[in-house]
């Protein structure tokens, strides 16, 4: 099975900062990557997908790269609405999996 | 859309059968996939399933437990859960893989508990 390894696991920061969240799998799955964004109570929301395509109604704040095994989510300037746990997935399979998650919380 | 119900209390070593119904889009068309979140944990991948139905891929964790399935004619996705274990306490969401990635229901929430 193919592992997802994201992290950090908890990020603190303030309004208006730059936040980087990266996911390395542990064997090449393309651009088969898409970046989740869930809250408290809520079914995980879709950002990205492959790799890099902002879903539609997502801000423009949200940014996605990488390909192969490398990732990384940017989200350019945080703002309050952005407070919240986001996870990578792979879909290069059928044999999902998801990175263990990343928590930014307010500074 | 995907609306999960079938979720409530049941007791270790008991069965529960979770639905999925879709709307909006050609069912039978698109692989399903069930995952699920334990309190306070992450997501975790439980199964997929092909669109016709033929191919059904199963977690370690449940493989023996769980059975995935569907009826294309109403467009319904199930998951038979058997032999249930405090491990299984979690909220199940369904998802199908669209034209993009997978998206999720709002999910169901199980209980395993005497």
């Known amino acids: 099975d193919i592992q997802m390894t994201q992290s950090p696991s908890t990020l603190s920061a303030s309004v208006g900062d730059r936040v980087i969240i990266t996911c390395r799998a542990s064997q090449s799955i393309s651009r088969w990557l898409a970046w989740y964004q869930q809250r408290p109570g809520k079914a995980p929301k879709v950002l990205i997908y492959q790799a890099s395509t902002l879903e539609s109604g997502v801000p423009s704040r949200f940014s996605g790269s990488g390909s192969g095994t490398e990732f990384t989510l940017t989200i350019s300037s945080l703002q309050p609405d952005d407070f919240a746990t986001y996870y990578c997935?792979?879909?290069?399979?059928?044999?999902?999996?998801f990175g263990q998650g990343t928590k930014v919380e307010i500074k | 859309q995907l609306v999960e119900s079938g979720g409530g209390l049941v007791q270790p070593g008991g069965s529960l059968r979770l639905s999925c119904g879709a709307s909006g889009f050609t069912f039978r068309s698109y692989a399903m996939n069930w995952v699920r979140q334990s309190p306070g944990k992450g997501l975790e991948w439980v199964s997929s399933?092909?669109?016709?139905?033929?191919?059904?891929y199963i977690a370690d964790s449940v493989k023996g437990r769980f059975t995935i399935s569907r009826d294309n004619s109403k467009s319904t996705l199930y998951l038979q859960m058997n032999r249930l274990g405090a491990e299984d306490t979690a909220i199940y969401y369904c998802?199908?893989?669209?034209?993009?990635?997978?998206?999720w229901g709002q999910g169901t929430k199980v209980t395993v508990s005497p």
């Open positions: 997935q792979q879909y290069n399979s059928f044999f999902r999996t």
């Open positions: 998802g199908v893989t669209s034209d993009k990635c997978d998206v």
């Open positions: 399933i092909s669109g016709s139905g033929g191919n059904t």
